[in-house]
């Protein structure tokens, strides 16, 4: 089983749209999760930190359900510039941070 | 300010050749990191340095060296490129431990090995 898991797409979404992705860790322990996004042959950039209580930022929600080990990305009001490819982080131990292999998402007018 | 350069861009080797990647931060940060991208594959950890003067394994060290003798470069070596080294290598800084500071990553070097 793969450390961290994650639906490659793509999600084919319509402007305005919600979507959600979900990514599934192996390792109990893990203690920081964080969500990255990668536009086509670019770096990856942090989007957010998941904290345990959930959080927000603007359009974007981050949830972790450790009893499921999964985390959550929710965008809302979905914008062309949104298309990319998000990749879900974990470290599930020191100096150790395991990077799924993302989710495609298509954003169309 | 320009975060993380990395240097060169692209490149092309034939196999057994040789060659360094270079990696230049300016936000004064102290842990220095490598890191693959293949298809279908997550980034994966080639080495790293919690500073000036140190270097570790990440998870796919072997065929790969690497000297971090300032603070603000860390340098990649590939001694005898193989096909299999084909990727594209991403340098990244952190100003703490991976676990509470995010990853600030350089444009990436695309190589192939023929």
């Known amino acids: 089983r793969k450390e961290v898991e994650q639906d490659p797409g793509p999600f084919n979404v319509p402007e305005g749209a919600t979507v959600a992705f979900n990514c599934t860790y192996s390792?109990?322990?893990?203690?920081?999760f964080f969500w990255y996004r990668q536009d086509c042959r670019k770096e990856p950039k942090l989007l957010m930190s998941?904290?345990?209580s959930g959080n927000e930022d603007g359009r974007f929600t981050a949830q972790l359900n450790r009893a499921s080990q999964y985390i959550s990305l929710l965008i809302r009001d979905s914008k062309l510039s949104d298309s990319a490819t998000y990749l879900c982080v974990v470290t599930p131990g020191f100096q150790k941070l395991v990077f799924g292999t993302g989710t495609r998402l298509l954003v169309s007018p | 300010n320009a975060g993380v350069t990395q240097t060169p861009k692209f490149r092309v080797l034939k196999t057994g050749q040789s060659m360094t990647l270079l990696c230049a931060q300016d936000?004064?940060?102290?842990?220095m990191y490598w890191y693959r991208q293949d298809p279908g594959m997550g980034l994966r950890l080639i080495h790293y340095s919690v500073g000036e003067g140190t270097t570790a394994k990440g998870e796919v060290p072997d065929g790969y060296n690497v000297s971090r003798l300032k603070k603000q470069n860390f340098l990649l070596g590939l001694e005898s490129a193989a096909p299999s080294q084909t990727s594209v290598y991403f340098c990244?800084?952190?100003?703490?431990?991976?676990?509470?500071?995010?990853?600030?990553f350089g444009n990436g070097t695309r190589l192939t090995v023929t």
């Open positions: 998941v904290y345990s």
């Open positions: 936000m004064n940060h102290e842990y």
């Open positions: 390792n109990s322990a893990s203690q920081s």
């Open positions: 990244a800084s952190s100003w703490g431990q991976l676990n509470n500071s995010p990853l600030h």
